[in-house]
């Protein structure tokens, strides 16, 4: 079975950065893309950042231009620098491989908060 983990939120001020990172237990990157999701309560989870099989990224609209999202295969780790946050982008941030374009592959793991207040 193959677990995801995520780490590395925390509390930060507006305009702070954050790098978060995804371990997998498998490497399947070059099989499947990965994306990173973010939930909120009472909101459904949306995919905010993804990288393909092949190394295309792509960003939802609200984080293009701030956040970055990368893999370094030799750990099997798929990271999401953050910059210039603001307090929309609370939220618990979850990574999954990708089915698809967008539809998550695995069951989802603890995710990490992530938390922007002054």
């Known amino acids: 079975q193959v677990q995801l983990v995520e780490s590395g939120g925390g509390l930060v001020q507006p305009g702070g950065s954050l790098r978060l990172s995804c371990a997998a237990s498998?490497?399947?990157?070059?099989?499947?893309?990965m994306g990173w999701y973010r939930q909120v309560p009472g909101k459904q989870r949306e995919l905010v950042a993804r990288?393909?099989?092949?190394?295309?990224?792509n960003y939802a609209d609200s984080v293009k231009g701030r956040f970055t999202i990368s893999r370094e295969n030799a750990k099997n780790t798929v990271y999401l620098q953050m910059s210039s946050l603001k307090p929309e982008d609370t939220a618990v941030y979850y990574c999954?491989?990708?089915?698809?374009?967008?539809?998550?592959?695995?069951?989802w793991g603890l995710g990490t908060q992530v938390t922007v207040s002054s």
């Open positions: 999954n491989y990708l089915n698809g374009a967008t539809f998550p592959l695995l069951s």
């Open positions: 990288i393909t099989s092949g190394g295309s990224t």
């Open positions: 498998k490497n399947f990157f070059t099989i499947y893309g």
